[in-house]
């Protein structure tokens, strides 16, 4: 990838993507070519294939995916599976029929199996059943990265999927059904600050542990990964993270230090936790030449300011 390259970026409008397309034009990249849902139908392949060779692409970002938080996994089960596979296929498909030679997939830690030793390396996919709280869209994203290294061993691509743990920071969503975890506590805790409320209740024990990545970073992590894609073909795929994890209630009283709420954090526990923990090996994208920049305090400072200055109701 140069800067004269016709990049796309498959889901523009989401966080990943908006984020992704932004360093882009910030690093002058000349030709960057936006996609979501407004301006193409990504589940429907013609116009996936079209787009791709009308615009002579030459690096794809694959960000689109239909995401949500844990009860909205639960509850929609068929639509995330279906349609996530439906508009990576589309997208790898059409990338491989225009001779498209540089992809990178972005996937989920959700992949590794429930509650499985720790941290999770790449070797330990398919070891045991996943967790059933985001079994569709994780089976989804597994089924992804497989048709990006079956891509590479028969079409000599090269297609590299990233495996990144729970993302946040500038510009993510934060609506508290559809967001995760991270997102949704920022907005409770700081609209209790400014509603004056006396506690704000937070789903489960507050005990699973989960592993964060701020946005930047998981941007730098794709762009990086283009530009050394030599070294990333060696592996099917790759975590991407920081390798440190944080319990929930830990986190809940981090973003609470860092608004300035002075009220009780009580724990739900009828709701469910999800994974007890869940924190990546990031020694294979270490020991290539990666590594995150932002820790989390500072992560959650700028997230906390973010909320309260963009989005703030």
């Known amino acids: 990838m140069n800067k004269k390259s016709n990049i796309a970026v498959m889901g523009s409008n989401g966080f990943?993507?908006?984020n992704l397309s932004n360093r882009l034009y910030n690093d002058d990249y000349d030709n960057i070519h936006n996609f979501h849902r407004g301006n193409i139908n990504l589940l429907n392949a013609d116009e996936v294939y079209s787009a791709i060779s009308f615009y002579n692409i030459d690096v794809v970002f694959i960000c689109s995916a239909v995401v949500g938080g844990i009860q909205t996994n639960i509850n929609n089960p068929y639509k995330f599976l279906f349609e996530n596979l439906v508009i990576q296929n589309n997208i790898i498909d059409a990338c491989i029929?225009?001779?498209?030679?540089?992809?990178v997939f972005l996937g989920s830690s959700c992949i590794y199996p429930k509650d499985?030793?720790?941290?999770?390396?790449e070797e330990y996919?398919?070891?045991d059943d996943l967790e059933p709280s985001n079994y569709g869209y994780a089976l989804a994203k597994i089924c992804g990265l497989k048709m990006c290294e079956f891509a590479n061993k028969e079409f000599d691509t090269q297609f590299i999927s990233l495996m990144p743990c729970n993302l946040y920071g500038n510009d993510q969503d934060y609506d508290p059904i559809k967001s995760h975890v991270l997102g949704a506590l920022v907005k409770r805790i700081v609209d209790a600050k400014h509603n004056g409320d006396k506690e704000v209740v937070v789903w489960g024990t507050g005990k699973p542990k989960r592993e964060f990545l701020h946005i930047t970073d998981c941007v730098d992590a794709m762009i990086w990964s283009i530009h050394n894609a030599e070294k990333c073909k060696e592996y099917d795929f790759i975590n991407i993270g920081t390798g440190t994890d944080i319990s929930i209630r830990r986190l809940a009283e981090k973003i609470k230090k860092y608004s300035g709420y002075i009220g009780e954090i009580k724990f739900d526990v009828n709701k469910p936790d999800g994974m007890?923990?869940?924190?990546?090996?990031?020694?294979?994208i270490n020991n290539i030449g990666w590594k995150h920049n932002i820790e989390l305090d500072d992560g959650l400072l700028r997230t906390v300011k973010d909320y309260e200055k963009n989005k703030l109701s």
């Open 16 to 18: 990943v993507g908006r």
């Open 97 to 103: 029929k225009n001779k498209v030679k540089q992809v």
């Open 116 to 121: 499985y030793k720790q941290p999770l390396k």
């Open 125 to 127: 996919l398919m070891k």
């Open 276 to 284: 007890k923990r869940k924190c990546l090996d990031i020694t294979r």
